[in-house]
């Protein structure tokens, strides 16, 4: 069987959507379950671009502007813009180039699961 191919967040969503991403965390997972499929699945990157400011926004600190890339790896729904990078977000993958990444988190969730799969190896 064929995997799931990736889709935008649907326009009646996003609110919904946004609100599950709404907590201020440094982690990959996301811990709410999807809007769109209800599962556990929901993660999120950053990727810090530009010169490095601290910037405090309601209470958070923030090392600038990047990427930011949030999906559900279930049912394959995503969202991708650009963000502010919280001043602790310390993910950043080095092992690869970040400007050959597309809005699709393809690359970013296999990743993730690369390393989750070798901690659990541990």
């Known amino acids: 069987m064929a995997a799931k191919t990736w889709s935008g967040v649907p326009v009646e969503k996003l ?3 946004r609100r599950a991403y709404s907590n201020f965390s ?3 997972f996301v811990h709410a ?5 209800g599962g556990m699945g929901l993660r ?3 990727y810090f671009v530009g010169k490095r400011l601290r910037i405090e926004l309601c209470g ?4 600038g502007k990047g990427g930011f890339w949030a999906w559900c790896t279930l049912c394959r729904s995503y969202l991708h ?3 502010l990078v919280p001043e602790d977000w310390m993910h950043t993958f080095t092992d690869f180039d970040h400007y050959h990444l597309t809005p ?3 690359v970013i969730d296999e990743k993730i699961n ?3 799969g070798r901690s659990n190896c541990d």
């Open 114 to 116: 690369e390393i989750v």
């Open 60 to 63: 958070n600190l923030y090392q």
């Open 26 to 28: 440094s982690e990959y």
């Open 81 to 83: 813009s650009e963000a």
């Open 33 to 37: 379950p999807c809007p769109i499929c």
């Open 44 to 46: 999120r990157y950053y």
């Open 104 to 106: 699709v988190p393809d």
């Open 15 to 17: 609110q919904d959507w």
